[in-house]
């Protein structure tokens, strides 16, 4: 979530992503794991309320971008990333048909030779609370149908396009329909 921004025209909506797709996962090492899907939708990304702005609340922005924009966009917003600054490595939840859930973050989003969609992500990152099975880092190898992904999303992006008044990508897909 966006905290309250000294200069309010600089307040940037926040925004979640959810993709559904087949995928075959391999695990790689004891906390990494490439995911490839067979099969795969647009990614929704949709506006999400914000505590400290009532007037991003009047009107939230909801689209879809497609599978390739969205790998091509993620690879070159960490291409660009200055020496020392973290890379764009998103929380990922990933919910298979059975009701399973998964916690993981995306490390790399690539393209392979046949076009599809492929993430390595890692569990390391994540830091299970008390009340939290240990399951939810140990991923499920083999293939999966219709499984979700609720994507989150790096607000410093926008506050970075906005104040640049960069058109990068990124800033095309999901900044200026915010703010055309």
Known sequence: MLTSPTDPSQTIPSFDQIVKGNVSIKKL???????????????????????????????RSVFY???????????????KVEI???LFTPT???ETEDDRVYAFVIHNADLNSHDQVVFTVSTNEISLQNNTSKKLIQLPLGKSNNVRFDIDFNEDECRHCRRNNDTSEHCKFVCR????
């Open 84 to 86: 020392g600054k973290p």
């Open 29 to 59: 090492s004891k906390h990494k794991y490439k995911i490839t899907f067979s099969k795969i939708g647009k990614f929704l990304l949709y506006q999400v309320w914000d505590k400290d702005s009532p007037a991003l609340n009047k009107k």
């Open 177 to 180: 329909p915010v703010f055309p």
């Open 92 to 94: 990922t939840i990933m």
């Open 65 to 79: 971008v497609s599978a390739k924009e969205w790998v091509n966009t993620f690879k070159k917003y960490n291409e």
